[in-house]
């Protein structure tokens, strides 16, 4: 499985992005997406996570303002981000389970820098 991040960018503080994560490959039936960030001389830390059947959870520092969707149908997860402010800039990674497989699986990453 591969998974291939986009959408990331330089915004400034109070302002949106929409992160998108496609996965692909072959037979495979993914069970839950989300979405870690990891700041300047931080640990990689969970934003969001989702089920296939879309139950969803959030860091506090995010709730309210970040709104994790998926397409099944796509093999994809979008990340809205809204109200964004300077502690949230970060490279933010997608993550992806897969049904019957012990592994997990990373997208490449994508910046996101907000601007005070």
């Known amino acids: 499985v591969q998974l291939q991040a986009s959408g990331g960018g330089l915004v400034q503080a109070g302002g949106s992005l929409r992160l998108s994560c496609a996965a692909s490959g072959s037979r495979f039936i993914i069970k839950n997406m989300g979405w870690y960030r990891q700041g300047p001389g931080k640990q990689r830390e969970l934003v969001a996570t989702?089920?296939?059947?879309?139950?969803?959870n959030y860091a506090d520092s995010v709730k309210g303002r970040f709104t994790i969707s998926r397409d099944n149908a796509k093999d994809t997860v979008y990340l809205q981000m809204n109200n964004l402010k300077p502690e949230d800039t970060a490279v933010y990674y997608c993550?992806?389970?897969?049904?019957?497989?012990?592994?997990?699986?990373w997208g490449q990453g994508t910046q996101v820098t907000v601007s005070s």
């Open positions: 993550n992806a389970d897969v049904i019957g497989d012990a592994d997990d699986y």
């Open positions: 989702t089920t296939r059947g879309g139950r969803t």
